[in-house]
């Protein structure tokens, strides 16, 4: 039904730049909200931002204005543009997706319907 995609990681070195993509399909046109989270190593997972269907963006105090989400006009893509990379920013980035929700005030530690299977990001000295 439902997938997440996605792409564009790789490795890059410090004060490099990413462009993360996530795509999903299988979703009807609606409200819909969709959330990067990332995972570094031997860490818990934390949210990076999320984005409803209006274009509305949230973001966790720490994280805000760090990256850059945004979206294609279809809304069944969205991007992660993340710049000045550090090496502290190595993880495994993951997209997930609620379709047919707005995204909580407390998106970052809700349980989302799909998830992509992750892209890793390694950010080297």
């Known amino acids: 039904q439902v997938q997440v995609r996605e792409s564009g990681g790789g490795s890059v070195y410090s004060g490099g730049s990413v462009r993360l993509s996530c795509s999903v399909s299988?979703?009807?046109?609606?409200?819909?909200?969709l959330a990067w989270f990332r995972q570094q190593p031997g860490k818990k997972r934390e949210g990076i931002v999320a984005?409803?269907?209006?274009?509305?963006?949230k973001y966790p105090n720490y994280m805000e204005g760090k990256f850059t989400i945004s979206q294609d006009a279809a809304k069944t893509t969205v991007y992660l543009q993340m710049n000045s990379l550090k090496p502290e920013d190595t993880a495994v980035y993951y997209c997930?997706?609620?379709?047919?929700?707005?995204?909580?005030?407390?998106?970052?530690?809700?349980?989302?319907?799909?998830w992509g299977q992750g892209t890793q990001v390694t950010v080297s000295s």
């Open positions: 299988g979703v009807i046109s609606g409200t819909h909200c």
């Open positions: 984005v409803d269907s209006d274009g509305s963006k």
């Open positions: 997930a997706s609620d379709p047919y929700k707005y995204c909580s005030a407390f998106w970052s530690n809700a349980n989302f319907d799909f």
